[in-house]
């Protein structure tokens, strides 16, 4: 069988990024100071970010420019290449026809340093010396990594301790790049020692990871902090993947009835679909877009929707977000990257405007869903994306069994070559189904902040 791949050449890769806010019918709730509870301003976040980032932030511009030396480090992978799935809709027996975008092939494997390249880069424009950041599976602190080497700044990764225990070669790939890697949590922080203090054993979070990663970057100047997702400039920047396969799906001479992503902190999905979503609130075409998350960490499916903190220490802005609380510690399910309490407040706002429906899925049948997909495809994917893929699966079938034949799109968004420990405890029977616990949610939930 032929394989269908679509390629698009240097010059056709975007100039810009898309910001969903110029097209939303109403605007995201503002993000709170926690001592006011007042709108923030710019000045608040400065500590913590370099002023290009919080300008795009907040910005209202439907189109975002990206920077010429930002698209020359981007060219090294980009534009990622659309595949068709005929393999895999042969193996189904399905008449959808099912493509997926591969961010599999950048350096870090994963869509991640799509914002790590604008991230570093903006803060390298500032004269910020050092990076301080958190990651869970380990692939924003490897594409963090990887972005810092190439622009020359310093980075230190705090590392949510079950993933460095369960990942070495994720961190191993972090030192290759320059990073210093520190489980959290660690002594090295207030927020750290207060949680060992009360949890000596504990596995860590990534609100904790946070929290630890925050406090160093407020403490110093030449210091500031990076986030992998949940924030609106990371949404925007991981724009280009869907702006890719829009064009590269026009030279399929098709376009998707479904869109569907994985749900951790929201980027890749956001990344993926805002581009159409945006098409279709401008009222140029409709598409059915569905977020896939873990049914261990189902923040926007069981969630409630409330002004929350981003971090467990409670030293971030309150963002009104799908939350399951900021103390909240999911079960160490493997699919790391999605192992957070909280969901990116625009992911959250057009949830909540009925443009986005939210699904959860236990882990097993997630595994089982990657391996049909690497048995057809060849590509193993992420434990993240495999949720992704379950539902294209069951998508799929469902069109078999209706007799319709629609086109899916996907967010392949990472390949699983760090994460072969999980596979092989999944094929060895170790996994199990993690039910959600109401009980220990609810205790978190009732810590929710109270806003005026
Ligand atoms: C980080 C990560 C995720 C989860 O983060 P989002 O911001 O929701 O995309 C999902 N898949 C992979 C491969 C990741 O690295």
């Known amino acids: 069988m032929e394989t269908v791949k679509y390629t698009l050449t240097e010059q056709q890769m975007p100039t810009a990024w898309y910001n969903i806010q110029a097209d939303l019918p109403a605007p995201a709730p503002p993000v709170l100071h926690p001592g006011t509870g007042q709108p923030i301003t710019p000045d608040d976040l400065a500590p913590l970010f370099p002023m290009a980032l919080i300008m795009q932030e907040v910005s209202q511009e439907r189109t975002i ?23 895999l809709e042969q193996a189904l027996d399905t008449p959808a026809k099912i493509y997926y975008k591969y961010e599999g092939v950048s350096p870090a494997g994963s869509h991640k340093p799509n914002t790590a390249v604008p991230q570093a880069y903006y803060n390298k424009q500032e004269g910020v010396k050092r990076l301080t950041t958190e990651t869970g599976a380990g692939q924003w602190g490897s594409a963090l990594a990887f972005a810092g080497a190439l622009l020359g700044l310093e980075v230190l990764v705090f590392m949510v301790k079950i993933s460095y225990q369960q990942k070495p070669y994720r961190h191993a790939l972090m030192n290759a790049y320059g990073a ?84 951790g902190g929201g980027s890749n999905f956001a990344g993926i679909s805002f581009p159409f979503i945006g098409a279709k609130l401008r009222g140029e075409r409709d598409v059915q877009v569905i977020a896939v998350e873990p049914a261990a960490c189902p923040s926007l499916t069981r969630g409630i929707y409330a002004y929350d903190f981003g971090d467990t220490a409670h030293l971030t802005p309150l963002v009104k977000m799908h939350t399951l609380g900021s103390t909240f510690v999911p079960e160490g399910i493997h699919a790391g990257g999605l192992r957070y309490h909280g969901m990116a407040p625009l992911v959250s706002h057009v949830v909540q405007l009925g443009l986005v429906e939210p699904r ?31 539902t294209v699966i069951d998508e799929a079938l469902r069109c078999k069994e209706e007799g319709t034949s629609k086109v899916i799109l996907f967010n392949l968004c990472g390949h699983g070559h760090f994460d072969m420990q999980a596979y092989m405890d999944y094929e060895a029977g170790k996994l199990r189904d993690h039910e959600y616990s109401q009980e220990e949610v609810a205790m978190a939930l009732a810590g929710l902040p109270v806003v005026g």
């Open 180 to 263: 210093r890697v520190i489980p959290s949590p660690s002594t090295e922080t207030q927020a750290g020692r207060a949680i060992l203090a009360e949890h000596p054993d504990s596995t860590g979070s990534l609100g904790i990871a946070i929290s630890e990663a925050v406090e160093l970057a407020a403490q110093s100047d030449d210091t500031k902090y990076a986030l992998g997702s949940v924030l609106n400039h990371v949404l925007l920047h991981q724009t280009v993947v869907g702006l890719e396969a829009q064009a590269q799906l026009e030279m399929a001479g098709d376009y998707p009835d479904i869109i569907i992503g994985c749900t």
């Open 360 to 390: 959860a899925e236990p882990q097993l049948g997630c595994f089982a869903a990657g391996l049909t997909f690497a048995r057809s495809e060849g590509i193993l994917p992420a434990p993240e994306a495999n949720h992704a893929v379950k």
């Open 65 to 87: 420019e990206i920077p010429e030396e930002v698209q020359s480090i981007y060219r090294q992978w980009r534009p990622s290449p659309l595949y068709r799935a005929r393999r």
